[in-house]
Protein backbone atom coordinates (compact mmCIF):
# COMPACT_ATOMS: atom_id res chain seq x y z
CA UNK A 1 0.00 0.00 0.00
CA UNK A 2 2.93 2.45 0.83
CA UNK A 3 4.63 1.30 -2.26
CA UNK A 4 1.27 2.41 -3.96
CA UNK A 5 1.13 5.90 -1.98
CA UNK A 6 4.87 6.55 -2.85
CA UNK A 7 4.02 5.43 -6.68
CA UNK A 8 1.01 7.81 -7.01
CA UNK A 9 2.83 10.71 -5.11
CA UNK A 10 5.74 10.59 -7.67
CA UNK A 11 3.71 10.47 -10.07
CA UNK A 12 1.33 13.57 -8.71
CA UNK A 13 4.74 15.34 -8.36
CA UNK A 14 5.79 14.36 -12.14
CA UNK A 15 2.66 15.83 -13.37
CA UNK A 16 2.77 19.23 -11.15
CA UNK A 17 6.20 19.33 -12.64
CA UNK A 18 5.08 18.78 -16.48
CA UNK A 19 2.40 21.11 -15.74
CA UNK A 20 5.08 24.06 -14.41
CA UNK A 21 6.74 23.95 -17.41
CA UNK A 22 3.50 24.31 -19.83
CA UNK A 23 2.45 26.92 -17.70
CA UNK A 24 5.79 28.68 -17.66
CA UNK A 25 5.77 30.29 -21.06
CA UNK A 26 2.58 31.44 -20.99
CA UNK A 27 2.62 33.24 -17.38
CA UNK A 28 6.28 35.15 -18.66
CA UNK A 29 4.72 35.82 -22.02
CA UNK A 30 1.59 37.21 -20.23
CA UNK A 31 4.27 39.12 -17.64
CA UNK A 32 5.30 41.25 -20.94
CA UNK A 33 6.63 43.66 -20.95
CA UNK A 34 8.99 43.67 -18.38
CA UNK A 35 11.39 46.13 -19.19
CA UNK A 36 11.83 49.09 -21.90
CA UNK A 37 10.77 48.90 -25.32
CA UNK A 38 12.49 49.69 -28.80
CA UNK A 39 11.34 51.74 -31.46
CA UNK A 40 13.39 51.47 -34.30
CA UNK A 41 12.40 54.27 -36.95
CA UNK A 42 13.77 53.75 -40.05
CA UNK A 43 14.35 57.80 -41.11
CA UNK A 44 15.36 60.31 -39.74
CA UNK A 45 14.52 63.03 -36.81
CA UNK A 46 11.08 64.98 -38.10
CA UNK A 47 10.12 63.01 -41.05
CA UNK A 48 6.64 61.03 -41.54
CA UNK A 49 7.39 58.17 -39.54
CA UNK A 50 9.88 59.57 -36.49
CA UNK A 51 6.73 62.02 -35.75
CA UNK A 52 3.89 59.28 -35.57
CA UNK A 53 6.90 56.81 -33.65
CA UNK A 54 7.09 59.75 -30.93
CA UNK A 55 3.39 60.57 -30.83
CA UNK A 56 1.87 57.42 -30.07
CA UNK A 57 5.06 56.04 -28.61
CA UNK A 58 4.91 58.56 -25.67
CA UNK A 59 1.10 57.68 -24.63
CA UNK A 60 2.08 53.97 -25.24
CA UNK A 61 4.60 54.14 -22.45
CA UNK A 62 2.14 55.24 -20.22
CA UNK A 63 -0.25 52.41 -21.18
CA UNK A 64 2.29 49.43 -21.01
CA UNK A 65 3.93 51.19 -17.96
CA UNK A 66 7.37 50.77 -18.89
CA UNK A 67 9.98 53.39 -20.92
CA UNK A 68 9.70 53.52 -24.42
CA UNK A 69 13.13 54.89 -26.30
CA UNK A 70 13.13 56.31 -29.60
CA UNK A 71 16.28 55.57 -32.25
CA UNK A 72 16.44 56.73 -35.87
CA UNK A 73 18.19 54.42 -37.96
CA UNK A 74 17.90 55.86 -41.18
CA UNK A 75 19.55 54.66 -44.60
CA UNK A 76 18.83 52.44 -47.94
CA UNK A 77 15.04 53.98 -48.10
CA UNK A 78 14.45 52.23 -44.67
CA UNK A 79 15.91 48.71 -44.84
CA UNK A 80 18.73 49.39 -42.65
CA UNK A 81 16.30 49.24 -39.59
CA UNK A 82 13.89 46.97 -41.28
CA UNK A 83 17.10 44.75 -41.41
CA UNK A 84 18.22 45.35 -37.51
CA UNK A 85 14.78 44.59 -36.07
CA UNK A 86 14.35 41.20 -38.72
CA UNK A 87 16.69 39.96 -36.33
CA UNK A 88 16.59 40.80 -33.32
CA UNK A 89 15.49 38.49 -30.53
CA UNK A 90 11.53 37.94 -31.31
CA UNK A 91 10.71 39.17 -27.95
CA UNK A 92 8.37 42.43 -28.42
CA UNK A 93 10.93 44.52 -27.05
CA UNK A 94 12.70 45.46 -30.50
CA UNK A 95 9.90 47.66 -32.52
CA UNK A 96 10.49 48.65 -36.44
CA UNK A 97 8.68 52.03 -37.71
CA UNK A 98 8.51 52.30 -41.01
CA UNK A 99 6.58 53.04 -43.75
CA UNK A 100 5.34 52.08 -47.24
CA UNK A 101 8.89 52.07 -48.33
CA UNK A 102 8.57 48.64 -46.56
CA UNK A 103 6.26 46.99 -49.08
CA UNK A 104 7.70 49.31 -51.85
CA UNK A 105 11.32 48.06 -51.36
CA UNK A 106 10.04 44.39 -51.37
CA UNK A 107 10.09 44.39 -55.15
CA UNK A 108 12.23 47.53 -55.66
CA UNK A 109 15.57 46.18 -54.16
CA UNK A 110 16.62 43.36 -55.16
CA UNK A 111 18.82 42.46 -52.52
CA UNK A 112 17.70 43.58 -49.08
CA UNK A 113 19.90 41.43 -46.55
CA UNK A 114 16.22 40.42 -45.40
CA UNK A 115 12.80 39.29 -46.14
CA UNK A 116 9.47 41.24 -45.39
CA UNK A 117 8.21 37.79 -44.57
CA UNK A 118 10.64 37.84 -41.65
CA UNK A 119 8.92 40.95 -40.17
CA UNK A 120 5.34 41.00 -38.44
CA UNK A 121 2.76 43.28 -38.56
CA UNK A 122 1.81 44.86 -35.62
CA UNK A 123 -0.43 47.77 -36.36
CA UNK A 124 -0.57 50.25 -39.77
CA UNK A 125 -2.26 53.01 -37.87
CA UNK A 126 -1.95 56.18 -40.19
CA UNK A 127 -1.58 57.28 -43.46
CA UNK A 128 -2.22 59.63 -46.24
CA UNK A 129 -3.30 59.17 -49.54
CA UNK A 130 -0.34 60.17 -53.01
CA UNK A 131 -1.76 63.75 -54.84
CA UNK A 132 -1.23 65.46 -57.48
CA UNK A 133 -0.96 69.16 -57.99
CA UNK A 134 -0.09 71.84 -60.33
CA UNK A 135 1.07 75.18 -60.31
CA UNK A 136 -1.60 77.97 -60.09
CA UNK A 137 -0.04 80.08 -62.59
CA UNK A 138 -0.11 77.41 -65.30
CA UNK A 139 -2.93 76.73 -67.38
CA UNK A 140 -3.18 73.51 -66.18
CA UNK A 141 -6.53 73.81 -63.18
CA UNK A 142 -7.72 69.91 -63.12
CA UNK A 143 -6.50 66.56 -63.92
CA UNK A 144 -8.16 66.74 -67.27
CA UNK A 145 -5.97 69.59 -68.13
CA UNK A 146 -3.05 67.60 -67.45
CA UNK A 147 -3.97 64.79 -69.40
CA UNK A 148 -5.16 66.82 -72.47
CA UNK A 149 -1.80 68.71 -72.21
CA UNK A 150 0.14 65.44 -72.43
CA UNK A 151 -2.18 63.99 -74.87
CA UNK A 152 -1.33 66.62 -77.60
CA UNK A 153 2.19 66.02 -77.03
CA UNK A 154 3.57 68.86 -75.17
CA UNK A 155 5.93 67.72 -72.68
CA UNK A 156 5.07 66.96 -69.21
CA UNK A 157 7.73 67.23 -66.11
CA UNK A 158 6.55 65.21 -63.33
CA UNK A 159 8.10 66.20 -60.35
CA UNK A 160 8.53 63.90 -57.53
CA UNK A 161 10.54 63.67 -53.97
CA UNK A 162 13.27 60.91 -55.27
CA UNK A 163 13.18 57.74 -57.43
CA UNK A 164 11.59 54.85 -56.01
CA UNK A 165 9.68 57.04 -53.67
CA UNK A 166 5.64 56.15 -53.32
CA UNK A 167 4.94 59.48 -55.05
CA UNK A 168 7.05 58.62 -57.84
CA UNK A 169 6.01 54.73 -58.17
CA UNK A 170 2.49 55.75 -58.01
CA UNK A 171 2.40 58.54 -60.91
CA UNK A 172 4.33 56.13 -63.11
CA UNK A 173 2.06 53.51 -62.56
CA UNK A 174 -1.14 56.39 -63.49
CA UNK A 175 0.35 57.95 -66.29
CA UNK A 176 2.16 54.61 -68.20
CA UNK A 177 -0.45 52.34 -67.13
CA UNK A 178 -4.14 54.07 -66.56
CA UNK A 179 -3.93 57.47 -68.28
CA UNK A 180 -1.44 56.46 -70.81
CA UNK A 181 0.12 59.44 -71.36
CA UNK A 182 3.99 60.20 -71.25
CA UNK A 183 5.67 62.23 -68.73
CA UNK A 184 9.40 63.08 -67.84
CA UNK A 185 10.41 62.44 -64.83
CA UNK A 186 12.81 64.77 -62.77
CA UNK A 187 13.61 63.64 -59.08
CA UNK A 188 13.70 66.20 -56.39
CA UNK A 189 15.96 65.40 -52.93
CA UNK A 190 12.74 65.47 -51.00
CA UNK A 191 8.99 67.08 -50.81
CA UNK A 192 9.94 70.70 -50.26
CA UNK A 193 12.15 70.73 -52.99
CA UNK A 194 9.88 69.03 -55.08
CA UNK A 195 7.21 71.42 -54.55
CA UNK A 196 9.69 74.32 -54.72
CA UNK A 197 10.29 72.67 -58.35
CA UNK A 198 6.23 72.92 -58.76
CA UNK A 199 6.02 76.81 -58.19
CA UNK A 200 9.57 77.79 -59.68
CA UNK A 201 8.22 76.22 -63.31
CA UNK A 202 10.80 73.66 -63.85
CA UNK A 203 7.80 70.87 -63.80
CA UNK A 204 4.66 70.71 -64.78
CA UNK A 205 2.94 68.28 -61.91
CA UNK A 206 4.04 67.45 -59.09
CA UNK A 207 3.28 63.89 -57.25
CA UNK A 208 3.13 63.85 -53.53
CA UNK A 209 1.50 62.54 -50.46
CA UNK A 210 -1.02 64.75 -49.16
CA UNK A 211 0.62 65.47 -45.61
CA UNK A 212 1.01 68.55 -43.22
CA UNK A 213 3.85 69.63 -46.06
CA UNK A 214 1.42 69.55 -48.47
CA UNK A 215 -1.55 70.03 -47.33
CA UNK A 216 -1.64 74.11 -46.19
CA UNK A 217 0.07 74.83 -49.33
CA UNK A 218 -3.24 73.13 -51.19
CA UNK A 219 -5.78 74.76 -48.70
CA UNK A 220 -4.00 78.16 -49.04
CA UNK A 221 -4.42 77.77 -53.26
CA UNK A 222 -0.71 77.82 -53.37
CA UNK A 223 -0.60 75.04 -55.31
CA UNK A 224 -3.79 73.55 -57.04
CA UNK A 225 -4.90 69.86 -55.88
CA UNK A 226 -5.70 67.97 -58.83
CA UNK A 227 -6.78 64.73 -57.70
CA UNK A 228 -6.03 62.60 -54.65
CA UNK A 229 -5.44 58.45 -54.51
CA UNK A 230 -7.77 57.64 -51.92
CA UNK A 231 -10.93 55.78 -51.93
CA UNK A 232 -12.52 59.04 -50.39
CA UNK A 233 -11.65 62.47 -50.22
CA UNK A 234 -8.87 63.34 -47.54
CA UNK A 235 -10.85 65.30 -44.89
CA UNK A 236 -7.83 67.78 -45.07
CA UNK A 237 -8.54 69.44 -48.48
CA UNK A 238 -12.20 68.03 -48.93
CA UNK A 239 -12.31 70.52 -52.33
CA UNK A 240 -9.83 68.11 -53.96
CA UNK A 241 -11.56 65.03 -55.97
CA UNK A 242 -10.14 61.15 -55.86
CA UNK A 243 -8.98 59.86 -58.90
CA UNK A 244 -12.09 57.36 -58.64
CA UNK A 245 -14.56 60.79 -59.21
CA UNK A 246 -12.29 61.32 -62.15
CA UNK A 247 -12.66 57.92 -63.92
CA UNK A 248 -10.04 56.09 -62.16
CA UNK A 249 -11.13 54.09 -59.92
CA UNK A 250 -8.89 51.42 -59.95
CA UNK A 251 -6.31 54.07 -59.11
CA UNK A 252 -5.36 53.70 -54.93
CA UNK A 253 -2.23 54.67 -53.23
CA UNK A 254 -1.36 55.73 -49.98
CA UNK A 255 1.60 56.23 -47.78
CA UNK A 256 1.17 55.28 -44.28
CA UNK A 257 3.25 54.73 -41.50
CA UNK A 258 3.27 50.71 -39.52
CA UNK A 259 4.88 49.23 -36.67
CA UNK A 260 6.32 45.50 -36.87
CA UNK A 261 8.37 43.03 -34.91
CA UNK A 262 10.37 40.25 -35.92
CA UNK A 263 8.12 37.19 -37.16
CA UNK A 264 8.65 34.90 -34.80
CA UNK A 265 7.60 37.33 -31.45
CA UNK A 266 4.58 35.75 -29.77
CA UNK A 267 1.06 36.29 -31.18
CA UNK A 268 -0.37 37.45 -28.02
CA UNK A 269 2.25 40.21 -27.85
CA UNK A 270 1.25 41.28 -31.15
CA UNK A 271 -2.13 41.31 -30.37
CA UNK A 272 -1.16 43.30 -26.97
CA UNK A 273 0.82 46.11 -29.19
CA UNK A 274 -1.67 46.58 -31.55
CA UNK A 275 -3.88 47.25 -28.92
CA UNK A 276 -2.11 49.85 -27.00
CA UNK A 277 -1.57 51.51 -30.35
CA UNK A 278 -5.32 51.09 -31.38
CA UNK A 279 -6.40 52.52 -27.57
CA UNK A 280 -3.31 55.08 -28.06
CA UNK A 281 -4.70 56.26 -30.91
CA UNK A 282 -7.94 57.00 -29.60
CA UNK A 283 -6.81 59.23 -26.93
CA UNK A 284 -8.00 62.86 -27.99
CA UNK A 285 -4.79 64.52 -27.63
CA UNK A 286 -2.73 62.20 -30.07
CA UNK A 287 -5.59 62.30 -32.49
CA UNK A 288 -4.97 66.25 -32.48
CA UNK A 289 -1.52 65.73 -33.36
CA UNK A 290 -2.20 63.52 -35.96
CA UNK A 291 -4.88 65.13 -37.65
CA UNK A 292 -2.24 68.11 -37.25
CA UNK A 293 0.02 66.51 -39.85
CA UNK A 294 -3.09 65.56 -41.86
CA UNK A 295 -2.96 61.93 -41.44
CA UNK A 296 -5.55 59.58 -41.64
CA UNK A 297 -6.22 57.10 -38.41
CA UNK A 298 -7.34 53.65 -39.20
CA UNK A 299 -8.11 51.14 -36.36
CA UNK A 300 -7.05 47.74 -37.70
CA UNK A 301 -6.69 44.43 -35.46
CA UNK A 302 -3.22 42.43 -35.95
CA UNK A 303 -3.93 39.97 -38.23
CA UNK A 304 -6.64 42.90 -40.28
CA UNK A 305 -2.85 45.16 -40.24
CA UNK A 306 -0.93 41.16 -41.80
CA UNK A 307 -3.43 40.93 -44.42
CA UNK A 308 -3.28 44.85 -45.43
CA UNK A 309 0.77 44.87 -45.11
CA UNK A 310 0.23 41.61 -47.61
CA UNK A 311 -1.85 43.46 -50.34
CA UNK A 312 0.26 46.89 -50.31
CA UNK A 313 3.12 44.25 -51.18
CA UNK A 314 1.87 43.06 -54.27
CA UNK A 315 -0.46 46.93 -54.58
CA UNK A 316 3.17 48.21 -54.97
CA UNK A 317 4.85 45.32 -56.91
CA UNK A 318 2.41 46.18 -59.84
CA UNK A 319 3.69 50.23 -59.67
CA UNK A 320 7.28 49.14 -59.26
CA UNK A 321 7.32 47.01 -62.30
CA UNK A 322 5.20 49.72 -64.09
CA UNK A 323 7.67 52.09 -63.60
CA UNK A 324 10.29 49.92 -64.90
CA UNK A 325 12.68 50.74 -62.12
CA UNK A 326 14.65 48.86 -59.38
CA UNK A 327 17.78 49.33 -57.15
CA UNK A 328 20.43 46.49 -56.90
Given at each position: MSAKVGLLGALCLNIATFAGLALAPAQAQEAWPTKRVALIIGYAPGGFADSVARIIGAKLGDRLGQQIITQNMEGAGGNIAARHVAVAPADGYTILVTTTSLAINDTLYKAKGFSSQGLAPIALPVSAPESFASNPKSSIKSLADLLAQAKRGETVYLGTPGIGSGSHLAAEYFFKILAK??????????????????????????????????????????????????????????????????????????????????????QAVLVKLNAEINAALRDPEVKAKIDALGLIIAQRSQPDSRAFFRAEIQNWAKMVEAAGVSVP
Open positions: ANVKHIPFPGGAPAKLGLLGGDVTVLSTTATAAAIPAMVSKEIIGLAVASAERSPAIPDVPTFAELGYPDFLATSWTGFFAPEATP
